[in-house]
């Protein structure tokens, strides 16, 4: 499989050079395990020997990692100008990494060879030839990435195919050629890859930037052109704009082109893994994206919520499955009784048409004053067991709760919550100190209850957004307040909404806890 057609990840060489984004040597080898669980060929995993930290995860990989599917990569340079590669401490670095594969990169355009390199055309395909048959003889596999290729191509095509040419000759499998400044559309990609193929009759691969929006197409118009190799990044990663997305070449050539370039069912897991990239880059994913964003197949049902009823696929370009997704149906205010009932159902509830007409008629008046359900899964799960069971869930009856912020010069500002609820039949009084006073309040909340309920203790708050929302009828506006609270294995979302921030949160908090709690079977 992976030999017939390469997928090659370089998330954590090309994909880290995005801004903000600071990978550690256990972070590095996190997600090698997780792309690795993807099914992909290769796995690039930095410039050992050039950066001590890719050095040291080289190092660790040996012992650390195994891979199922994947082998290492280590991606270097071609031998320094005027040198030999055979006593190039970087070149040797190489050699020595272990990695399964040696990845150099080479220019292929004549300008940067004069003004980059600042040497001649004819001593960068010496350096090429030599690197690449040094490694060779010493048993290593090589493919070079032709940097800047397609913009050397149009300043002068036979300089830059005599580059892969001499690649090709000095024994290197494979030269993907690069869109290193992400400037190409698609027919253009298809031209040269052809002529390249045609030209040299070398295996070719394609490394693309996003710049002009088209890095996945063009990466799928070089693969039908020929190309058998395809670099990108999970989540797009990269700088500027980012590499082509790799969990999107790859669902678009099995799901739409029917053809096989993972092992069989692993395409599968591509959410999953692409989430969980994210969870360790700290990068937070982007719900728009294309297969495997949380709103890649959410409908905001409304108009359509009948026919989506009947048959779903009548409404999306594929079944969410094949890369793990869901489908999910938004409760908005747009949205009538037949999408309430459909919401129920996901959610585990038959509705009577009773029922769903309550429920659509609180949904609006909530809507109408701040809320939204849309992202809040949670808050509207409490709302729909409340309407069903006719009481809404309650672990603890709340007193009082305040918070204050104190500053103190030459210190920063720390918050002081209180809460007093009954819980159990017991008075709880608490006091918690947090960083900002939501921090603050949710501490004091979780200690207040944690006697009786200490599932709390693994709940944490992962993400907190704060919106004004406007509501345009000459009333004030208000603060709305949606908060993310994990378990450790799944996550939801509440919704609170007030005039004031502090109480919108509480609201938030309240709900993230209780849901939690209900979660749990307390
Ligand atoms: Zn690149």
Redesign the pocket.
Known sequence: MSEAFHVYD?TLR?GAQQEGLNLSVADKLAIARQIDSLGVGFIEGGWPGANPKDTEFFRRAKDELQLRHAQLAAFGATRRAGAVAADDPLVAALRESGAGVVTLVAKSHIGHVEKALRTTPEENLAMVRDTVSHLRAEGQRVFLDAEHFFDGYRLDRSYALEVLRTAYEAGADVVAI?D?NGGMLPEWVSDVVADALEVTGGRLGI?A?NDTGCAVANSIAAVNAGATHVQGCINGY?ERTG?ADLVSVVANLELKLGRQVLPDGLLRDATRVAHAVADVTNVPPASRQPYVGVSAFAHKAGLHASAIKVDPDLYQHMDPAGVGNDMRLLVSDMAGRASIELKGRELGFELSPELVKKVTARVKEMESHGYTFEAADASFELLLVEEVEGRRPSYFDVESWRVITETAPDSEAVSEATVKLLAGGARAVVTGEGNGPVNALDFALRQAIGQLYPEVVKFELIDYKVRIVDQGHGTDAVTRVLIETTDGESSWVTVGVGHNVIEASWRALVDGLTFGLRRHGA
Do not use: K, L, R
């Open positions: 370089t090309d690069c290193t490394h930037h990269g590499n």
